[in-house]
């Protein structure tokens, strides 16, 4: 799979951006260009040098402008709704496995990342310390967008960062489009009782995440 990120930037559509921020704008009224809101759950709207651009300089995006800006409010996954129940694949063995099977006994921590992205690179470490400190609270879980990658790159990059945690494959990119993903990586927290707290675009820092996590746990 070639590597579109260019530099360590945000691989995130530019016009998908825009049109999720209008209408996370319109429907919250959020102000300033971090998005950052506690009341929203939209904790880290991640910058440029935290996640890779799907559009101009700092990358392609997948999703046409045309496709996102057609794109009506409920068509974008924002806190509050419930967490989409996708099919997923499990390797090695190629089943399919419904998301929602790691839902309702605990808190989720999601994140979605690419084996080629720098950020999603950077931050997995964070995710496995993470895990090994909250795993028995917090259901960790890992989507590899594997209509941008490839099940092979993405199993070695799991093997190279010793992931302890469940990794499903979005081979039909079914997760991607069901939950709003603009760019690598994107994490999501999702309660106990299947519904979206926050939504988190670009890499998360260690005290981000600790942040993420502690969310988690307030939400069951």
């Excluded at 419904?98 to 989720?108: D, E, I, M, R």
């Excluded at 879980?141 to 010793?162: C, I, K, M, Q, W």
Aim: aromatic share 8%; net charge positive.
């Amino acid at each position: 799979m070639e590597n579109r990120c260019g530099r360590r930037g945000m691989h995130m559509r530019s016009g998908a951006w825009r049109f999720l921020a209008t209408i996370l704008a319109l429907s919250f009224g959020l102000t300033g260009c971090g998005f950052q809101s506690s009341q929203l759950g939209l904790a880290h709207a991640g910058a440029r040098d935290s996640a890779v651009t799907r559009n101009g300089a700092y990358g392609t995006a997948h999703r046409s402008a045309n496709e996102i800006t057609s794109m009506t409010a409920g068509q974008v996954l924002v806190p509050g709704a419930l967490a989409p129940d996708v099919l997923l694949t499990a390797e090695p063995s190629g089943k399919r496995v419904s998301l929602s099977a790691y839902l309702g006994k605990k808190p989720v921590v999601l994140n979605a990342w690419a084996s080629w992205c720098p950020p999603c690179q950077e931050e997995t470490p964070r995710f496995v310390s993470m895990y090994r400190t909250y795993g028995s609270e917090v259901q960790f879980l890992g989507v590899n967008l594997t209509s941008l990658d490839s099940v092979p790159a993405a199993e070695a990059f799991v093997r190279r960062y010793h992931i302890p945690y469940p990794v499903l494959f979005d081979t039909q990119g079914d997760f991607d489009r069901a939950y709003s993903v603009i760019a690598e990586p994107m994490t999501y927290v999702i309660s106990k009782a299947g519904k979206v707290v926050s939504i988190h675009v670009g890499a998360l820092s260690a005290s981000e995440l600790r942040a993420v996590v502690e969310q988690a746990l307030a939400s069951r």
